[in-house]
């Protein structure tokens, strides 16, 4: 059996025609949308990735605003900007680039943003209401994980999820998520015991871990479908997954390719959730 691609590249851009015009209708009001990203060093990497996130911004029509800061900012300098952008009007989403330099704390700068404008999801008022089932923004990986399930038509209720990986950022979240459509979770991490006894039952097998081609068609169940969040070098440098992407895809119904599958969602998601800040801003200001 070889299972279905999903395409994350595809859906993400259908979700994105969906955000332009979201943000045609605003402008039309009188209100653009801005997100605003804050770089701090010269992280490569980083750079990349807010490159990326800041062309995606342009593309749908929004505001894009880069501040970049040298290694040796002090946290009080940081604070200082990230105040800056919470009262300032035309920005309705602030996104700090991470990792930041180890003499600055990540949670105090996180805990900073406004949660009106913490596009990413992490402030602990926003992760709480995400718990809570409230409206809020939802963490874009796992939010983006979501989507790509709804629009393939993957049922989520009853199904037994098991997500591989428990960071703030994805593995947590996505089990909460996932909870919320009724779906049984099981998490699993570097201290689970016989690891494919778990994801042999998935009906859904998320995969979070940073480990190249880690989970392999052995540790699938048949017919699951697989998601693979995971973003490694392989042996030739080579992009690739958590998941042996080969010998899963026998075993799966569907699965994530990498690159194309999971990385594209995570920008689409940061821009829905930009959207939604500006329309309840908009929605305030009329
Ligand atoms: P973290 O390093 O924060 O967390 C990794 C998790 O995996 C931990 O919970 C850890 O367990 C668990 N883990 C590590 N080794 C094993 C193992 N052998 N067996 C079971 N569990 C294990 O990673 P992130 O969640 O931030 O990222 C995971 C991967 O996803 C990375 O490759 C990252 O690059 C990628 N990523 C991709 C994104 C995208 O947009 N495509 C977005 C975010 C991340 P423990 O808690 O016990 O240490």
């Given at each position: 059996?070889?299972?279905?691609?999903?395409?994350g590249?595809?859906?993400?851009?259908?979700?994105?025609?969906?955000?332009?015009?979201?943000?045609?209708?605003?402008?039309?009001?009188?209100?653009?949308?801005g997100l605003?990203?804050?770089?701090?060093g010269?992280?490569?990497?980083?750079r990349?990735y807010?490159?990326?996130k800041?062309?995606s911004?342009?593309?749908?029509?929004m505001?894009?605003?880069?501040?970049?800061l040298?290694?040796?900012?002090?946290e009080?300098?940081?604070?200082?900007?990230?105040?800056?952008?919470?009262?300032?009007?035309?920005?309705?989403?602030?996104l700090?680039?991470?990792?930041?330099p180890?003499?600055?704390?990540?949670?105090?700068?996180i805990?900073?943003?406004?949660p009106a404008?913490?596009?990413d999801?992490?402030?602990?008022?926003?992760v709480?209401?995400?718990i809570i089932g409230?409206?809020?923004?939802?963490?874009?990986?796992?939010?983006?994980?979501?989507?790509?399930?709804?629009?393939?038509?993957?049922?989520?209720s009853?199904?037994?999820?098991v997500?591989?990986?428990?960071?703030?950022?994805?593995?947590k979240?996505?089990?909460?998520?996932?909870?919320?459509?009724?779906?049984?979770v099981?998490?699993?991490?570097?201290?689970t015991?016989?690891?494919?006894?778990f994801t042999k039952?998935?009906?859904?097998?998320?995969?979070?871990i940073?480990?190249a081609?880690?989970?392999?068609?052995?540790?699938?169940?048949?017919?699951?479908v697989?998601?693979?969040?995971?973003m490694?070098?392989?042996?030739?440098?080579?992009?690739?997954?958590d998941?042996?992407f080969?010998?899963?895809?026998?075993?799966?119904?569907?699965?994530?390719p990498v690159?194309?599958?999971?990385?594209?969602?995570t920008?689409?998601?940061?821009?829905?959730?930009?959207?939604?800040?500006?329309?309840?801003a908009?929605s305030?200001?009329?």
């Amino acid at each position: 059996m070889t299972g279905s691609l999903i395409d994350g590249v595809a859906i993400g851009k259908e979700i994105r025609e969906e955000i332009k015009e979201g943000v045609t209708a605003l402008k039309e009001k009188g209100c653009q949308p801005g997100l605003a990203v804050i770089l701090v060093g010269d992280n490569q990497a980083s750079r990349t990735y807010v490159k990326n996130k800041q062309k995606s911004t342009l593309e749908v029509g929004m505001k894009s605003e880069l501040i970049e800061l040298p290694a040796t900012v002090t946290e009080e300098e940081l604070l200082a900007c990230v105040a800056k952008l919470n009262n300032d009007e035309s920005i309705n989403g602030i996104l700090v680039q991470l990792p930041l330099p180890n003499h600055i704390d990540e949670n105090l700068v996180i805990r900073a943003i406004a949660p009106a404008k913490d596009v990413d999801g992490f402030h602990p008022e926003n992760v709480g209401k995400m718990i809570i089932g409230q409206q809020t923004f939802l963490s874009c990986t796992p939010y983006g994980i979501i989507e790509l399930l709804e629009r393939t038509g993957t049922e989520m209720s009853g199904k037994h999820a098991v997500i591989v990986g428990r960071s703030n950022i994805v593995g947590k979240p996505m089990g909460q998520l996932l909870l919320q459509r009724d779906a049984t979770v099981t998490y699993c991490h570097s201290k689970t015991k016989d690891l494919a006894t778990f994801t042999k039952q998935a009906d859904i097998l998320i995969v979070a871990i940073g480990r190249a081609k880690f989970i392999t068609g052995e540790h699938v169940k048949a017919g699951a479908v697989v998601i693979d969040v995971g973003m490694n070098r392989d042996e030739n440098g080579k992009l690739c997954g958590d998941v042996d992407f080969a010998t899963a895809k026998e075993v799966a119904s569907a699965i994530t390719p990498v690159p194309g599958g999971v990385g594209p969602m995570t920008i689409t998601m940061l821009l829905k959730n930009t959207l939604q800040s500006a329309e309840q801003a908009c929605s305030q200001s009329l």
